[in-house]
T-cell receptor, first 110, second 116 residues
Framework: QKEVEQDPGPLSVPEGAIVSLNCTYS??????FMWYRQYSRKGPELLMY????GNKEDGRFTAQVDKSSKYISLFIRDSQPSDSATYLC??????????FGSGTRLLVRP | EAGVAQSPRYKIIEKRQSVAFWCNPI?????LYWYQQILGQGPKLLIQ????????DSQLPKDRFSAERLKGVDSTLKIQPAKLEDSAVYLC??????????????FGDGTRLSIL
């Protein structure tokens, strides 16, 4: 069993839709949770960074962590074609080593 | 602020040949990472440097991979000899410090390696 599971997609939505991206994990020691966005042929860039359970909002993006269920989510409101990318969840325990999910490809249709 | 620079962007070699990648981190970033990203997967940490020293190389295949960071700035990653399964994008990242303050890690655009 992988430490971090993520549906590879692709997920195709119309412009303006609310997008929900999710990851599950097995290691209860994970404390820090991140979402990265990766455009084609580019390196990942950090979108959201949360510690422990709860919600965090930044513009059109909301990150949600439920440690009791070992489940994290990223919501994108009013999705735009420029949001089309691969979204990677990532987690750290006290060793501070990043463990990535395999990524979900998102396509936002104009 | 200039980003993380990597070269070359693309490399094609035959199996059993050797190859080297170069990384120049963001100025002032003490921590440098090399990741391997196989198609359809997330990046996997190969090695982490704090200044000149190695912090974590537990997932580096040391029989064929080597890395160094001279003078605590630029770094090179070498594969010798290459195997077919080494086909991947090799990403370099850097950050200011270590620990939770290690975020964000800033990534370069990677070197795409194809083994024939």
């Amino acid at each position: 069993q992988k430490e971090v599971e993520q549906d590879p997609g692709p997920l195709s939505v119309p412009e303006g839709a609310i997008v929900s991206l999710n990851c599950t994990y097995s290691n209860s020691a994970f404390q820090y949770f991140m979402w990265y966005r990766q455009y084609s042929r580019k390196g990942p860039e950090l979108l959201m960074y949360t510690y422990s359970s709860g919600n965090k909002e930044d513009g059109r993006f909301t990150a949600q962590v439920d440690k009791s269920s070992k489940y994290i989510s990223l919501f994108i409101r009013d999705s735009q074609p420029s949001d089309s990318a691969t979204y990677l969840c990532a987690m750290m325990d006290s060793s501070y080593k990043l463990i990535f999910g395999s990524g979900t490809r998102l396509l936002v249709r104009p | 602020e200039a980003g993380v620079a990597q070269s070359p962007r693309y490399k094609i070699i035959e199996k059993r040949q050797s190859v080297a990648f170069w990384c120049n981190p963001i100025s002032g970033h003490a921590t440098l990472y090399w990741y391997q990203q196989i198609l359809g997967q997330g990046p996997k940490l190969l090695i982490q440097f704090q200044n000149n020293g190695v912090v974590d190389d537990s997932q580096l295949p040391k029989d064929r991979f080597s890395a160094e960071r001279l003078k605590g700035v630029d770094s090179t990653l070498k594969i010798q000899p290459a195997k077919l399964e080494d086909s991947a994008v090799y990403l370099c990242a850097s950050s200011l410090g270590k620990g939770a303050g290690n975020q964000p890690q800033h990534f370069g655009d990677g070197t795409r390696l194809s083994i024939l």
